[in-house]
């Protein structure tokens, strides 16, 4: 019953149609970082509606371009949501500000580790051993304490006492943003895979609007300083060189 019941849940998000308030809220400015929070504040409601095993969910932004023009400066490039209060005050909000804070002061990045690996996701066994040999790797004899509790917090949220799962989006070959997101020990593998399916999609979605509002900007700078220098052109051109041009008028500038 309850599995029917969980499958008609998740039907019901993969129905949901994201993307249009996308197209509403964020085609109304270039760059609206308010908008764009309030589109992200909208899929985790969703997510969390529909998803009953789902814990907590993060999007970070890491291209350069898209953080600049949404201002979005480390930590404030990752908008993190959870489930509730109580996760966010208790053990797993607690254990996430630590690891973040960790991660950050040691240089240690999933996407920068996976792409190594030529992966786009952690979801399985052997990937985070990947993970977990790379950060290994980091550790020197100033750090090595914040390695050791890295690695025992990633086993935590992977393996242990959660189950997690970590995606990277590209837009073509572009890294755009990751997301991760954090579910209970027991949930099923196959309703997981159907969450992230429509996230994928959702995402993909929302990181190709993202680079089309860079090209925008480029596209806007790169008109105005076409402007720039054809009116430069035509001042001195059509104005300047004409006057100085003329003897009469060039005798009239060292008229004081």
Not at 155 to 167: G, P, Q, T, V, W
Not at 196 to 220: E, N, T
């Amino acid at each position: 019953m309850h599995m029917k019941k969980n499958k008609e849940k998740i039907n019901k998000l993969l129905n949901y149609s994201w993307w249009r308030e996308v197209n509403k809220s964020l085609r109304r400015e270039v760059g609206n970082r308010k908008a764009l929070k309030n589109a992200l504040n909208s899929l985790s409601k969703t997510l969390f509606k529909n998803i009953s095993h789902l814990l907590y969910i993060n999007f970070g932004f890491i291209h350069p371009e898209v953080m600049k023009i949404f201002q979005l400066w480390e930590p404030k490039n990752i908008f993190s949501y959870y489930k509730n209060n109580s996760h966010k005050s208790g053990k797993l909000g607690k254990l996430l500000k630590n690891q973040f804070k960790l991660m950050r002061e040691c240089d240690v990045y999933f996407y920068k580790i996976i792409k190594e690996k030529e992966e786009f996701e952690i979801r399985k066994g052997e990937k985070l051993n990947f993970v977990i040999k790379k950060i290994n790797e980091k550790g020197n004899s100033t750090k090595k304490k914040d390695i050791e509790t890295i690695r025992g917090n990633l086993i935590k949220l992977f393996k242990c006492s959660y189950k997690s799962y970590y995606l990277t989006i590209y837009y073509g070959e572009t890294f755009v943003m990751d997301t991760l997101l954090i579910f209970e020990k027991n949930t099923n593998e196959n309703s997981v895979n159907q969450v992230i399916l429509y996230l994928k999609g959702a995402l993909q979605y929302l990181a190709g609007y993202l680079m089309h509002q860079v090209s925008m900007i480029y596209a806007l700078r790169s008109a105005v300083a076409a402007i720039m220098a054809r009116n430069m052109s035509h001042n001195i051109g059509s104005h300047v060189l004409n006057y100085l041009s003329n003897p009469e008028e060039l005798d009239n500038l060292w008229v004081i």
